[in-house]
T-cell receptor, first 115, second 116 residues
């Protein structure tokens, strides 16, 4: 089945630790995205990647880092510099990022809690 | 700046009632796309519809229908004969150009509760 997988589903982090959230897609999409969702709010863009080995900051990139070494993988690292990391993180992909027509498809999300 | 407003934070209806979720947007672009997504309790966002700014025809898909009115910058979503499985958070989104790419601007979502 084609789709987007995220792991883990739940993640607990102690303050001061870096953690990495996994996102994998087998849809052969060029573009991938990371969003953050806080309770009662919409999604906000953290980082996006249009192609392998390339990525750009979104609206709230501070305290986060990404890599795109393979087309199907776009891991997100939440660093200790992120002051309020507790949130629900959603990964998405689209065929390309350069067309406004392209629909973004989402993974099941990772809920991160800082203890 | 582009903006999407979903003024209804939460709606509660009884099963089989019709319900409309409102979405109002702001954009300077002449060409743009609007989207609706459903987020069930599991958390994953499920794509429902995409509509371009040149197509103001209403769309119907089963119990779902969408009313796009450019004159009022609205893209409302109606569920007819609601069912318990429709309970979810629904997001309206607008595509916005950024550099050589596009991103989605999301509204804050409307939580729909359908009671048996």
């Amino acid at each position: 089945d084609g789709g987007i997988t995220q792991s883990p589903k739940y993640l607990f982090r102690k303050e001061g630790q870096n953690v990495t959230l996994s996102c994998e897609q087998n849809l052969n999409h060029d573009a991938m995205y990371w969003y953050r969702q806080d309770p009662g709010q919409g999604l906000r863009l953290i980082y996006y990647s249009q192609i392998v080995n390339d990525f750009q900051k979104g609206d709230i990139a501070e305290g986060y880092s990404v890599s795109r070494e393979k087309k199907e993988s776009f891991p997100l690292t939440v660093t200790s510099a992120q002051k309020n990391p507790t949130a629900f993180y959603l990964c998405a992909s689209s065929i390309v990022a350069s067309k406004s027509t392209d629909t973004q498809y989402f993974g099941p999300g990772t809920r991160l809690t800082v203890l | 700046a582009q903006k999407v407003t979903q003024a209804q934070t939460e709606i509660s209806v009884v099963e089989k009632e019709d319900v409309t979720l409102d979405c109002v947007y702001e954009t300077r672009d002449t060409t743009y796309y609007l989207f609706w997504y459903k987020q069930p309790p599991s958390g994953e966002l499920v794509f429902l519809i995409r509509r371009n700014s040149f197509d103001e025809q209403n769309e119907i898909s089963g119990r779902y229908s969408w009313n796009f009115q450019k004159s009022t910058s609205s893209f409302n979503f109606t569920i007819t004969a609601s069912q318990v499985v429709d309970s979810a958070v629904y997001f309206c989104a607008l595509s916005e150009a950024m550099d050589s790419s596009y991103k989605l601007i999301f509204g804050s979502g409307t939580r729909l509760l359908v009671r048996p």
